[in-house]
């Protein structure tokens, strides 16, 4: 059966796709549960701004010492338009909605429904969108409309317009970062984190007491490294390159595998507890995500099945 593979550069190495893929789908399935344990003793604000500012200038040095010029003025503008919607605004409303009840588990799950927004807005954008996709995304509005009534959402109104209002940032800020003119990836990357994290510490600055950042525990400092170098310095990096090297279907198909490793992790280690509902939305979410990144290539197998001599 045909895959997203097929519509990748061709120049690019499978191996390398993989290895990419493997980061985004381990990696992030747990980090909601290492934000988490950061939370317990960290102000949110302060400490999503300082990790990516921080990860902004890492990855600065890192790109002027490849050789990489410093972005034009359009495209700092528009790592500003990228950075305030990915890493100020999604991951922002993903340390609210933690902050106000929502399990890491619960939160990955929510992330799942960014495929299903970026599908929209290629469609918005004058792309194509096959039949299968809008079916899958009927199937996606079901399965939130369920997960509204996981109990962890009932007990939170914040935390859930948190939790839904993150993977919408994301997906915006996904699509555009593969339309608006960006310098190279390395230095995309830190503008964007850096541009995005400054913003978020402005936030703080207004909102939340920085002392808080000094009275954290080591537990919480060692769950903040760990968001710093894997989930954002290795894993996003590979996600950006992702978003240049292959389809945004593609890209996105972490979203199959974070909502099961967190769910793991948090029910495994954390000690969170789920209702029935998470498990009657799941599989609508994963049916929503069949169709809209493999709805084609499912039809078009199906069609050859049928057609196909029997022995």
Not at 93 to 102: C, F, P
Request: with cysteine.
């Amino acid at each position: 059966m045909p895959t997203n593979f097929q519509n990748t550069n061709a120049k690019t190495p499978v191996a390398l796709l993989v290895t990419a893929l493997l980061l985004v789908y381990i990696v992030w399935g747990t980090t909601y549960f290492a934000i988490g344990i950061a939370l317990q003793s960290m102000p949110a604000l302060w400490m999503n701004g300082i990790r990516f500012t921080l990860a902004g200038l890492v990855m600065l040095v890192w790109a002027l010492a490849r050789g990489e010029k410093l972005p034009t003025a359009l495209q700092w503008r528009n790592a500003a338009l990228v950075g305030g919607l990915m890493v100020f605004g999604a991951m922002t409303l993903v340390m609210v909605a933690q902050s106000h009840g929502i399990g890491s588990g619960l939160m990955a799950t929510v992330v799942t429904t960014m495929p299903m927004w970026l599908a929209l807005w290629t469609r918005i954008g004058g792309e194509r969108v096959p039949m299968t996709s809008w079916f899958g995304l009927v199937l996606g509005v079901l399965g939130a409309a369920l997960l509204s009534m996981e109990g962890d959402f009932s007990a939170s109104w914040l935390g859930a317009l948190a939790a839904f209002g993150a993977p919408l940032c994301w997906s915006v800020g996904s699509y555009a970062s593969r339309k608006l003119d960006m310098p190279r990836p390395a230095m995309a990357a830190a503008a964007q984190w850096l541009l995005g994290g400054a913003m978020g510490l402005v936030l703080a600055a207004a909102m939340e007491p920085v002392e808080g950042m000094f009275h954290a525990t080591a537990t919480a400092w060692w769950a903040w490294t760990y968001l710093l170098v894997f989930g954002t310095l290795i894993a996003l990096n590979a996600y950006l390159w992702l978003l240049q090297n292959t389809t945004a279907a593609l890209a996105g198909s972490y979203s199959f595998v974070n909502p099961a490793v967190a769910l793991l992790v948090g029910a495994g280690i954390g000690g969170e507890h789920l209702t029935g509902w998470v498990f009657a939305a799941l599989p609508l979410i994963a049916a929503a995500l069949v169709c809209i990144m493999y709805g084609p290539a499912l039809v078009a197998w199906l069609r050859r099945t049928r057609l196909a001599p029997t022995a």
